[in-house]
């Protein structure tokens, strides 16, 4: 049985993501109290559902505390795999200002700022255990192109991702280690270049033609390999490398496509590009 469980901030994509997993064939519940996780799939495995997502939010604060344990419990019996969506304040404030939707932890006598950072301090302890997931700066086409992407992985202890941004829209939430390579020779300044990304072969062979460029991704490839099993033996689950140039279409694509492919052998690997369709 595969089991996917679905957490995060309200307003960060929790619904897009399971209708995501719905339209691939898993069964979906939605905002599961945290305590009854046990119980719905003992309940449902011997149905023959082999695949379950749900969701579970900061109302199930009471009985977060046993999840942990659960979870744990759980995938000694079955392929499970966490994910936590999160996105930066303003853009959370943002989204509630335009649906004019009420926070679900807003009683009446806090603001919208301080239930989304007390919902934040709520989850913290599941987010530990998750796959975390920045959708502050991601189409709804994008976050279910990516859940569906995440969730065909074959089960594993650990999975490296390698993760193109701009620097202009900001930093991912998700990185755990964020590469500069805005230093390096620019091919948006080449005019048939611009149009295209670091996954077009003028720009590969541009790139690759710049003796800056392969120096820096060798330190970058060397400084990876020297630290990824420190983070491995530090029970890492997901690890998310982000490199990123100005505007995440050129240099910052090409850096994580290549450096997928060099660790590819050793590791499963994930490829994300967010600023691209």
């Given at each position: 049985?595969?089991?996917v469980v679905?957490?995060g901030l309200?307003?960060?994509?929790k619904?897009?993501?399971?209708?995501a997993?719905?339209d691939a064939?898993?069964?979906c519940?939605?905002n599961?109290?945290?305590?009854m996780?046990p119980?719905?799939v003992?309940h449902?495995?011997?149905?023959?559902?082999n695949?379950?997502?749900?969701?579970?939010d900061?109302?199930?604060?009471?009985s977060l505390?046993?999840?942990?344990?659960?979870m744990?419990?759980?995938?000694g019996?079955?392929?499970?795999?966490?994910?936590?969506?999160e996105?930066k304040?303003?853009?959370?404030?943002?989204?509630?200002s335009e649906t004019?939707r009420?926070?679900?932890?807003n009683?009446?006598?806090?603001?919208?700022?301080?239930c989304?950072r007390?919902?934040r301090d709520i989850l913290a302890?599941l987010?530990?255990?998750a796959h975390p997931l920045d959708?502050?700066d991601?189409s709804?086409?994008?976050?279910?192109a990516?859940?569906?992407?995440?969730?065909?992985?074959k089960s594993a202890?650990?999975t490296?991702?390698?993760?193109?941004?701009g620097?202009?829209?900001g930093?991912p939430?998700d990185?755990?280690?964020v590469?500069?390579v805005r230093?390096?020779p620019n091919?948006?300044?080449?005019?048939?270049?611009r149009?295209?990304?670091?996954?077009?072969a003028?720009?590969?062979?541009?790139?690759?033609?710049?003796p800056?460029?392969l120096?820096?991704?060798?330190?970058?490839?060397?400084?990876?390999?020297?630290w990824?099993p420190?983070?491995?033996e530090?029970?890492?689950s997901?690890?998310?490398?982000?490199?990123g140039?100005t505007?995440?279409q050129?240099?910052s694509v090409?850096?994580?496509?290549?450096?997928?492919?060099?660790?590819?052998?050793?590791h499963?690997?994930?490829v994300r590009?967010?600023e691209?369709p």
């Open positions: 049985m595969k089991l679905i957490s309200s307003g960060s994509g619904s897009v993501a399971l209708k997993m719905e064939g898993y069964y519940i939605d599961l109290p945290a305590d996780l119980a719905v003992g449902l495995r011997p149905t023959g559902c695949e379950l997502a749900v969701s579970i900061a109302r199930s604060a009471t505390a046993r999840l942990p344990e659960d744990a419990r759980l995938r019996e079955l392929e499970l795999k966490v994910i936590f969506l996105t304040e303003d853009t959370l404030v943002k989204r509630f004019r009420r926070h679900p932890l009683t009446g006598e806090l603001s919208l700022q301080e989304i007390a919902e302890p987010r530990r255990l959708t502050s991601l709804a086409n994008s976050l279910r990516w859940i569906k992407e995440f969730c065909a992985l202890a650990f490296l991702v390698f993760q193109s941004f620097f202009k829209h930093i939430l990185a755990d280690l590469f500069d230093c390096l091919p948006h300044y080449c005019p048939e270049l149009p295209l990304t670091g996954r077009d003028p720009v590969i062979e541009f790139l690759r033609g710049q800056p460029v120096a820096m991704l060798e330190d970058i490839r060397a400084y990876v390999a020297k990824l420190a983070y491995i530090d029970n890492r997901y690890f998310t490398v982000a490199l140039c505007g995440g050129h240099r090409w850096f994580a496509e290549t450096l997928a492919e060099r660790f590819h052998a050793g499963q690997v994930l590009h967010r691209l």
